[in-house]
């Protein structure tokens, strides 16, 4: 016999909630309702019918953000890559974009094999060299007169809406003896294709003041607390450097993207002591850094950026509205207000002391943590913790 379940008006309700929308200015508690895929508006009389709900969940004591945004990851290295939803979602990441691991040879196949299937929303930006990242130990060979500058032109005309941008790395053993040239004409390509450059300058070998100042609105600068080599955005007393400041102001965009390797500890702390802070946090995630030490996940190292003395606020900014204004999908992803995808991450924040370490040998004392309990996705449950199963009604 076939069990028919009545029609309901609201898909779920999160009840009692600490919301931190940034995105709306709302950081206290409160109820979201959720009808299809939509976040929709609480009734003007304050009065839900609970026979109009399917699913309530009581959420007292926990924390819910906008479904959290991955500004920085590889989903494909080493060959095989990371499957974007397996990852992503359980850690209460609902969207996210991949920073550059493909280049124009492969970049069509990739739109159609991983980032269509995916449940997430994704985009991702075009290496600017043909093969891409191959993996560790096999560096791209980033000489201008080797960008395929027609295929660029067939995957813009294609697929722009999959498109975050063009990616170039430049420092130590992928650079050398071609100064700054190649940034130069990826700016310029940047321009021509009306889109942004997203940089890798970790070990630069020449003077970040010189690199930054190539750079225009909108573009980025990935890893921007590294400390490998000689160069950083601290000068020698440790201060943020001039034309770093004029950067920002200009509208260049700092992206943590911590990580293995790319974060160091008194680099982010300097320089969020001076009122410098990252405009995205991101994980720059591979293959052999998923839950390891050093990275982890989005939320662990968003709890880092607690610890460096960030609020909550800021931090989840960093993860929600920015990102998501920079993938141009402002108000439809990154944030709780009517009318956005349901996409919601309900999280514990667990009280204790523990010590993080970066690759330089740093240690950072913390004493919060941001621990996942479940995550919804336009408005559909793809993961829960089994701990948070009594919170339903």
């Not at 700092?254 to 991101?282: N, T």
């Not at 709780?336 to 970066?358: C, H, T």
Request: charged fraction near 20%; hydrophobic fraction near 40%.
């Amino acid at each position: 016999m076939k069990i028919i379940e009545p029609e309901r008006r609201y898909n779920f309700w999160l009840r009692g909630g600490h919301i931190v929308d940034p995105a709306r200015g709302i950081d206290g508690e409160g109820d979201i309702l959720i009808r299809n895929s939509k976040i929709v508006e609480l009734p003007e009389n304050g009065h839900i019918d609970q026979s109009d709900v399917k699913e309530i969940i009581n959420c007292s004591g926990y924390y819910i953000f906008p479904g959290l945004i991955d500004h920085h990851v590889h989903f494909s290295w080493n060959t095989s890559g990371i499957q974007p939803d397996l990852f992503c979602i359980p850690n209460g990441v609902t969207a996210a974009v991949d920073a550059g691991s493909i280049g124009t040879n492969a970049f069509e196949n990739f739109v159609r094999n991983r980032i269509m299937p995916a449940m997430m929303t994704l985009k991702a930006s075009v290496n600017v060299t043909t093969g891409g990242l191959a993996g560790a130990g096999y560096m791209e060979n980033i000489s201008p007169e080797l960008y395929d500058v027609r295929a660029m032109e067939y995957l813009f005309e294609r697929y722009r809406s999959y498109i975050y941008g063009l990616k170039l790395r430049i420092g130590k053993d992928i650079s050398e003896g071609k100064g700054l040239k190649p940034l130069v004409e990826s700016v310029k390509l940047a321009r021509k294709f009306e889109t942004r450059l997203s940089l890798h300058a970790t070990f630069p070998l020449e003077p970040m003041t010189e690199i930054i100042s190539c750079m225009g609105k909108g573009d980025v600068l990935c890893h921007s607390f590294q400390a490998m080599g000689t160069y950083s955005i601290l000068d020698k007393n440790r201060k943020i450097h001039p034309e770093v400041w004029q950067a920002r102001e200009r509208g260049v965009i700092f992206d943590s993207a911590q990580g293995r390797i790319h974060c160091a500890f008194p680099v982010a702390s300097a320089a969020i002591e001076q009122g410098f802070l990252p405009d995205v946090i991101s994980t720059d995630l591979i293959t052999f850094s998923a839950y390891q030490e050093r990275l982890f996940s989005l939320p662990v190292t968003m709890a880092r950026f607690l610890a460096l003395g960030m609020t909550l606020n800021e931090v989840v900014r960093c993860c929600t509205e920015t990102p998501a204004e920079l993938m141009g999908m402002q108000g439809e992803i990154g944030t709780l207000k009517p009318g956005a995808l349901a996409d919601v991450s309900i999280m514990k924040i667990i009280e204790g002391k523990f010590d993080f370490r970066d690759s330089y040998g740093n240690h950072l004392s913390a004493y919060q943590l941001l621990v996942p309990q479940m995550t919804l996705k336009a408005g559909r449950t793809c993961y829960r913790s089994v701990e948070f199963m009594d919170m339903v009604r």
